[in-house]
């Protein structure tokens, strides 16, 4: 046996066997140093892997380009793999995992020759902490390496942590030969382990993000009792210095990272508001033995959607993406900067788009569509530390307190703009009835609306009617549960106009919300739910014309009693799993739609 820098027996072991599959000509152990990853970003550029951006005006910035046909998740080729059909249910394409090993194993084999195999030791959340989980991630992309050093604690700290706690998520990837007919994305939940070949596209490839942070980790959650969700997490420091945070989820590319990065509006910061991120995708959260609901974020950087990021919509993030930064598919500006449809500053004349060509405004493709410069779900992965509004608690073992949990999507009628839950049971059936529509984040239709409960339909690891079911447990575990909110910023005027401004004026919102959770505030008691009473949200400094909040906050009974069906049939698809207390709510929503 080669040696290896660990004394964990089972992990050298297996480092051995998925050598032996996938034949790479060398092993690299990546330990974490500045100076190894400055030798991978040299690889890297030499083999075109990366592109140097202008060091002067983006230093430690680099781009990188993906193959055309794999620049989002590909639901469709991702699998949850248990022994049972039924454990990974409705919600989950399935495998059997004798039959998904035999599969992918054909396609790894032999995947790394004339390849490094790097092994990468990461911890989600901070290392030691209760709330932390350890994975090794096995590659042949030196762009997973670099990521995976901005998105996650990796390296010798971890390796040491491995020889105290034998257990660790087996993650392998190879880029095999980019081949969408020869991509999966699988996931082995009873045996802890991920495999992923075919893909570089950062959503099925840095598999502590999705893959372990969500799919793998909601099912250890459900086991463990604790939530692994799909959810921002931030610090709203009021104007008295003190500072609740909330979890939110809303779908993928729906505005949780701009959210978690907001600068309070002038009209609020006047009153001293400051807002803290903790995190702008994954939320970890466990009961504490004071009752409440405590959150990390297991992740330590972002992995966020470039266009329409700009200096109005997320100031913060222009300020993190600055230096330090992988760009993944934007558009390459002459003087060695990048650009996206909708960042800041005037639309070049000229660049090279994400496909590597020479680009200009205005060209059309056979089809007469505007060739982007960027792909819409272009990204950077930028470390969190870069974030001015970086909360000082994002490495504490122990987490921050949730006060509040919002759930949201984008719907263009049917939710107002805020409504509370009446209690933690309502709240689930709140977050199990989420939908929102399609984005470029994952292959698929654009616009169509989709059932996305609690933002985890393509993240839950199980069957969802048990997971719904753990999140009716998890509410009696809790002596001082957090409130749970609904929002939707993306109602539309009859004008199909958007009627609320959203981005930092959403504080306004969040300003009630937690109003709502200190009971300071009274609200309206409706058929969905408490609304506030429209002189409660603060428009202090916002032109918003007369009778528009009062539109915002209208609960039309006729659009929800259609919606009912909707619910109806998505819950049906989960037969007799789905817990009673849904269909009771369910019940209880249809008779107050009745009543006048
Ligand atoms: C993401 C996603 O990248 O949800 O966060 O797709
Ligand atoms: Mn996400």
């Not at 059909?85 to 059997?96: I, V």
């Not at 609690?454 to 999140?471: D, E, I, L, Q, S």
Request: net charge positive; with cysteine; charged share 25%.
């Amino acid at each position: 046996m080669k040696k290896f820098p660990t004394t964990n027996k089972k992990l050298a072991e297996w480092v051995n066997k998925m050598a032996k599959l996938c034949q790479p000509d060398d092993i690299v152990w990546i330990d974490g140093t500045v100076e190894q990853r400055k030798q991978l970003e040299k690889e890297a550029l030499s083999t075109g892997e990366l592109i140097e951006l202008n060091q002067d005006k983006l230093p430690g910035c680099f781009l990188h380009r993906t193959a055309p046909d794999d620049v989002a998740r590909t639901e469709h080729l991702t699998f949850i793999c248990t022994k049972i059909k039924h454990d990974a249910g409705p919600n989950n394409n399935w495998m059997s995992p004798a039959a998904a090993y035999a599969k992918a194993r054909v396609i790894f084999k032999g995947s790394m020759s004339g390849r490094t195999m790097y092994v990468i030791p990461f911890s989600m959340g901070p290392v030691g902490s209760s709330f932390s989980k350890i994975g090794v991630e096995l590659t042949d992309s030196r762009y997973v390496v670099l990521n995976m050093n901005i998105m996650t604690r990796i390296g010798n700290e971890v390796l040491r942590q491995l020889e105290k706690d034998d257990h660790f998520t087996k993650c392998l990837h190879s880029k095999a030969d980019l081949n969408i007919s020869r991509r999966l994305i699988l996931h082995f939940p009873e045996d802890n382990t991920i495999w992923s070949v075919g893909s570089g596209y950062g959503g099925n490839v840095l598999l502590g993000k999705k893959c372990l942070s969500l799919r793998i980790a909601s099912f250890l959650a459900k086991k463990e009792k604790w939530l692994a969700e799909h959810m921002l997490i931030m610090g709203i420091e009021e104007p008295n210095g003190h500072i609740e945070y909330i979890a939110a989820a809303f779908p993928s590319a729906c505005g949780k990272t701009n959210l978690s990065m907001l600068l309070p509006p002038e009209g609020l910061r006047v009153k001293g508001y400051r807002i803290w991120t903790v995190g702008d995708d994954i939320a970890w959260m466990r009961v504490d033995s004071d009752g409440s609901l405590w959150a990390v974020n297991p992740e330590t950087g972002f992995f966020g959607v470039a266009p329409g990021t700009n200096s109005s919509t997320n100031p913060n993030m222009v300020e993190t993406i600055k230096k330090n930064t992988i760009y993944t598919n934007v558009l390459l500006k002459k003087d060695g900067t990048v650009w996206w449809e909708g960042a800041d500053g005037e639309v070049p004349n000229e660049g090279i788009d994400w496909l590597g060509r020479p680009w200009k405004p205005g060209l059309i493709d056979g089809q007469g569509n505007i060739i982007k410069g960027a792909n819409s779900n272009s990204r950077f992965t930028a470390p969190i530390v870069n974030c001015p509004g970086a909360s000082y608690r994002i490495d504490q073992h122990h987490g921050v307190p949730i006060s509040a949990i919002i759930f949201g999507g984008k719907r263009a009628h049917l939710a107002p703009l805020v409504y509370e839950s009446f209690n933690w049971q309502h709240g689930v059936f709140v977050g199990a009835t989420m939908a929102s529509k399609r984005t470029a984040a994952q292959v698929g239709k654009l616009g169509e609306v989709r059932r996305d409960p609690m933002a985890m339909f393509p993240f839950c690891g199980y069957n969802m009617a048990y997971y719904f079911a753990h999140w009716l447990d998890m509410g009696k575990r809790m002596q001082k549960a957090p409130k749970i909110f609904h929002v939707n910023w993306f109602r539309r005027g009859s004008d199909g106009k958007f009627l609320w401004p959203g981005f930092s004026e959403n504080l306004r919102v969040l300003e009630w919300i937690l109003q709502r959770c200190s009971n300071k505030v009274g609200a309206v008691e409706t058929a969905i739910g408490y609304v506030p009473y429209p002189a409660d949200i603060d428009l202090t400094g916002l032109q918003l014309d007369p009778g528009i909040l009062e539109k915002l906050l209208e609960v039309r009974k006729q659009e929800w009693r259609e919606e009912l069906k909707g619910i109806k049939g998505f819950f049906k698809q989960f037969h007799k799993d789905l817990p009673r207390e849904l269909w009771d709510e369910f019940e209880l929503l249809q008779k107050r739609l009745k009543e006048k």
